[in-house]
């Protein structure tokens, strides 16, 4: 089956731009994780879904950041007013319950703010 | 705050069994040891998990010491197509996870 999808591939912006950064995790996934990985890094949590709501937004770095999934499916994630260090790649994972620990992750989003 | 500790790098044989070494003394009770690897752009791959006993799949295997302070991963006969980044975490249900910097495994022909 089709696994968890994230879209644009890669995204280069200009600083101050907004940028939206979509994922499609497995169908059924109800738990739904963001992460950004610098270079030479391991990746870095920043937000936590379970169906619509977000459980644990903790990991976000500061309010220019905001995550989204509506229908409990898709989520967005939304950068405002990029900076130059919010260049990294961005992963997305999904699970199939709150309580299942494999995370089943996408290729990522390489942003690139200049 | 690190909850494992692993080697940064490390080489291995194609062929020859990989063990890579994974230390987690603040492991608690209910949590358990995962492994992911991230092959060079890609995003993480889950490979195996375990709580008390050895785990094995088709991918690995995990020995888990009987204190559960410290545990191994082992690739039987390593490819070079297991070059790649193997985090080891701690996890005890959803908590937010903590990747680190892992180990990265360079098999050579």
């Known amino acids: 089956g089709a696994g968890v999808s994230q879209t644009p591939s890669n995204k280069v912006t200009e600083k101050g731009k907004y940028v939206e950064l979509r994922c499609d995790p497995i169908?059924?996934?109800?738990?739904l994780y963001w992460y950004r990985q610098s270079l030479g890094q391991g990746p870095e949590f920043l937000i936590y879904?379970?169906?619509?709501?977000?459980?644990?937004d903790s990991g976000l770095p500061n309010d220019r950041f905001f995550a989204v999934r509506p229908e409990g499916s898709v989520s967005t994630l939304k950068i405002q007013r990029t900076e130059r260090g919010d260049s990294a790649v961005y992963l997305c994972?999904?699970?199939?319950?709150?309580?299942?620990?494999?995370?089943?992750f996408g290729p990522g989003t390489r942003l690139l703010v200049l | 705050d690190a909850k494992t500790t692993q080697p940064p790098s490390m080489d291995c044989a194609e062929g020859r069994a990989a063990n890579l070494p994974c230390n987690h003394s603040t492991i608690s009770g209910n949590e358990y040891v995962y492994w992911y690897r991230q092959i060079h752009s890609q995003g993480p791959q889950y490979i195996i998990h375990?709580?008390?006993n050895n785990e094995t799949n088709e991918m690995a295997s995990l020995i888990i010491t009987e204190d559960r302070k410290s545990s191994t991963l082992i690739l039987p006969h390593a490819t070079l197509r297991d070059t790649a980044v193997y985090y080891c975490i701690v996890n005890g249900g959803y908590q937010k996870v903590t990747f680190g910097t892992g180990t990265k495994l360079q098999v050579i022909p």
């Open positions: 169908s059924g996934h109800t738990a």
């Open positions: 375990g709580l008390k």
């Open positions: 994972a999904s699970s199939p319950t709150r309580n299942s620990e494999t995370q089943y």
């Open positions: 879904f379970q169906g619509t709501g977000a459980a644990d």
